[in-house]
């Protein structure tokens, strides 16, 4: 069975910096891999996928991930931070070739200070 | 717009009791309901899958005959927590997938047991 870390639950950060969360996964099959977005009160939203090809990912409002098959890595940056982006992120992963349920980390709460 | 609503969105219920949760696809057929659970600082554990006209799959470790689940149409799913207890308050979120590449989440629910 796959698992999912991700090494930070709490990350404090002030606007305009920058932003880099880590994951990894432990799965020796082809997998693909999500970033997932939950401001408070509202539905987890997809951020990024990947699932083949360039291993750097672009995503929704700035954010990129990039694929490090050797390090089992799948970390998330954003080179500028706003105060809006304060929210949990959630690392997860599913395995390649179907739609199964997903196993997710922990999340990580980011708190964008103004 | 929301693409699966999800109901109630907190649930106090008596130990004992019964809890019914309703996941419905707003704009599609969701063939698939994928049913998670997120305990406090914990990740979306995946708890079952849901087929449209089938059994539910459970994951390992969870009880079939406490977490009923139905997928009797393409557009409604629901899981039933029976005979509560306070160990079950949790944050449960359902989850379908649409095509390979997606998932859409509803706003989970927020059930405590007293």
């Known amino acids: 069975a796959q698992s999912v870390s991700q090494h930070n639950h709490h990350v404090i950060l002030s606007e305009a910096a920058s932003l880099e969360l880590g994951c990894n996964y432990s799965?020796?099959?082809?997998?693909?891999l999500f970033w997932y977005v939950q401001y408070p009160g509202q539905h987890l939203q997809l951020l990024l996928k990947?699932?083949?090809?360039?291993?750097l990912v672009k995503g929704i409002k700035g954010f990129e991930a990039e694929f490090i098959k050797s390090k089992f890595s799948f970390n998330l940056r954003k080179p500028s931070v706003q105060w809006s982006d304060t929210a949990e992120y959630f690392c997860?992963?599913?395995?390649?070739?179907?739609?199964?349920?997903?196993?997710f980390g922990k999340g990580t709460h980011l708190i964008i200070q103004p | 717009g929301a693409v699966v609503s999800q109901h109630p969105s907190r649930v106090i219920c008596k130990s004992g009791t019964s809890v019914k949760i309703e996941c419905r696809s707003l704009d599609f057929q969701a063939t698939t309901m994928f049913w998670y659970r997120q305990f406090p600082k914990q990740s979306l554990m995946l708890m079952a899958t849901?087929?449209?006209?089938?059994?539910?799959?459970?994951e390992q470790g969870v009880e079939k005959d406490k977490f009923l689940i139905n997928h009797a149409s393409l557009t409604l799913s629901t899981l039933t927590v029976t005979s509560a207890h306070p160990e079950d308050s949790s944050f449960y979120i359902c989850?379908?997938?649409?095509?390979?590449?997606?998932?859409?989440f509803g706003q989970g629910t927020r059930l405590t047991v007293v």
């Open positions: 799965y020796g099959g082809t997998v693909n």
């Open positions: 989850s379908t997938p649409r095509g390979d590449t997606e998932a859409f």
């Open positions: 990947y699932f083949s090809g360039d291993p």
């Open positions: 849901s087929n449209e006209g089938s059994k539910a799959t459970y």
């Open positions: 997860a992963v599913n395995r390649g070739g179907g739609a199964d349920g997903l196993t």
